[in-house]
């Protein structure tokens, strides 16, 4: 057997297991690195989006209790007026969009008023242990979810209302239909949920009070780790299996002042099958040029010896591009077939290489609106640095922004984060940063740039912005901060927050404006400038 093999042979089996090799492990090492990265980013993403709903719903709590706690101090003295009782449990219920229901309760249990009165349960004596939550306790108390003498699968937020002299009288509270349109479903359901995601509630007893389906609301959940973990007032994220068996990315985070918890997950499937496709893409465009080469490779294997295996050699070491490179380019073949096997392997390398170099560009870019990402910023940061560059900082944050995603929905207000991108973008020059820093909030690094030439291009792009009429939502405006950099050694953290509190001095300022906040190791620097261009000190 051994006679058979001959020298070709022999080259075209290594070469071709060499190719085999050498490209299984280069897209292997694509595919983790992006796993592991895609991975992260979405547990990250979704934790932070969890905090975010964790707060907004413990602001709201804490806006509902300061209603029913000014409420149950004017009913002190008046919880023998009929007449106030229903005018003040009308006016709960009407100068808000916060509760389903109000109503009162008299200290023996009994609902005195209740609005609107269209629910015929005024002069109900409460019974069942989850209706008396808020009598027994008198105190402030976000209730476990009950049935309500009207049938309505509920929770309630109660104040206390006790006499000058000190008795308890009985107390106010808000209603939230967990079955119906509520203040949680308003507050929670701007979600998106067209990337597979999906973000729910929990109460004390592991209840779901809140879930994208109402037909999950009221189950108890209890083999979920997230969930577990939540509710014990911690915050985090991790890989789990959810309660119905599937594999999630979740983030999660605790309402302090209600005992709840907030997931925000998506299935952990669903976020990598992006990556499958991506690396389909890859091998079928790499595929073509490995079936070249392995036919240049059989051709030349009746011919040459030395210089085909010391091409077989340099792509045994694809893991690493460079060097790989270098090898194939100090290979001296001395006859056409090498010579061509040669720069096919070296366009081969560059495919992959390219292809690697644009899918860590995709890390840098924020994908909205193609700017750079805080990843992408850090490192152009750490560019400048290293080549001393001098530059000023712009700190951008579009006014109102919020109320825009409120009047108007989350798709225009992305559109218009596009359109204020461009804005910047295209006042920017060729060698200047521009960046989202999250959200509605922009930073450009203009380099080569004094403090008075920074001043007057942000102040272009904020006429540039205030005049722009932009699709459905008309007229907005930018408050901008400035600060600048001269590569003397001051910590690059230092002049970013120079920056952001020159952009809380425009916005505490009255928005729309333009404020300085030089270094303070420069004595020579100039006085910084308001919207008119006036020092402001």
Sequence with gaps: MLDKLNLGKLILVLCVFSVVVTLF????????????????????????????????????????????????????????????????????????????SAFIVNA?????????????????????????????????????????????YLISISYPIFAANGDYLGYVAGSIYLEQKNILTTLLGKHSYKDGSYLYVVDRGHTLIYHPDKRRVGQVIVNNKAINTVLEGEKGSQTMLNSQGFEMLAGYAPVALAGWGIVAQRPKELTLSTLDQQ???????????????????????????????????AVRNFDSHSAAMDDLTQIKPWYFEASHLKRTFLNALGIVSNTIDQLQNDTLTDPMTGLLNRRGLEKAVDRLCGQHTPFAVLALD??????????????????????????????????DVVCRAGGEEFIAFLTKTDVNQAFNAAERIRKTIENYPFDAVGQVTISIGVSYWDSAGEPINAILKNADDALYQAKHNGRNRTEIKASSAREDTPPPLGAKGLPLR
């Design 398 to 431: 579009v006014d109102y922004f919020k109320r825009v995603n409120d009047t108007f929905g989350h798709d225009v207000g992305d559109e218009l984060l596009k359109s204020v991108a461009q804005i910047i973008k295209k006042q920017a020059r060729d060698n």
């Design 279 to 313: 690396m389909w893409n890859v091998v079928l465009e790499t595929l073509p040029i490995a079936l070249l080469t392995l036919l240049i490779i059989w051709i030349s294997a009746f011919f040459i010896s030395k210089p085909l295996w010391q091409l077989a050699s």
């Design 25 to 100: 492990n280069a897209f292997y090492s694509i595919y983790r690195v992006q796993h592991d990265l895609i991975i992260n980013n979405t547990l990250e993403s979704n934790r932070v989006y969890a905090e975010k709903m964790a707060e907004m719903t413990d602001a709201f709590i804490d806006s509902a209790m300061s209603q029913l706690k000014y409420s149950a101090q004017s009913l002190s003295t008046e919880m023998q007026d009929t007449k106030f009782l229903s005018k003040e449990v009308d006016r709960l219920k009407n100068q808000t969009d916060s509760f389903n």
């Design 108 to 152: 023996d249990g009994v609902i005195v008023s209740i609005s609107p009165e269209t629910i015929e349960v005024k002069g109900i004596r409460l019974t069942s242990d989850r209706a008396l939550q808020s009598l027994r306790s008198q105190e402030p108390l976000v209730t476990n979810p009950f049935v309500s003498p009207a049938g309505n």
